[in-house]
């Protein structure tokens, strides 16, 4: 059974960087394609980021492009979200998901498996 644990939020003041992590575990996470999504305060919870497995590409929400950059070490089974000039508007609690294998999928429906969440606030 797949574990993920998110870790690395916190507060941040706008136009600042913070870098949020996800350890998982219980699985070769090389082969699992990668994802982030959030979900702020009376919204739904949406697409961030994703990579895929053993590194085959990336994508990522029209929001945070040219911000974010997701990345991953397969020898530490972690996935990172690196994100700069960080917004108001990107205060939310950030949930890593993952996937067996696959192409860079959106939809939070196809991903089998979460972490709990970690929060980031951005103060402007």
């Known amino acids: 059974q797949v574990q993920l644990v998110e870790s690395g939020g916190g507060s941040v003041q706008a136009g600042g960087s913070l870098m949020v992590s996800c350890a998982g575990s219980?699985?070769?996470?090389?082969?699992?394609?990668m994802a982030w999504f959030r979900q702020a305060p009376g919204k739904e919870r949406e697409f961030v980021a994703v990579?895929?497995?053993?590194?085959?590409?990336?994508d990522y929400a029209d929001s945070v492009k040219g911000r974010f950059t997701i990345s991953r070490d397969n020898a530490k089974n972690t996935v990172y979200l690196q994100m700069n000039s960080l917004k108001f508007d990107d205060t939310a609690v950030y949930y890593c998901?993952?996937?067996?294998?696959?192409?860079?999928?959106?939809?939070?429906?196809?991903?089998?498996?979460w972490g709990q969440g970690t929060q980031v606030t951005v103060s402007s």
């Open positions: 219980g699985g070769t996470m090389s082969l699992y394609t």
């Open positions: 998901a993952a996937k067996n294998y696959g192409g860079l999928i959106r939809s939070e429906r196809m991903y089998g498996y």
């Open positions: 990579i895929g497995w053993m590194n085959t590409g990336t």
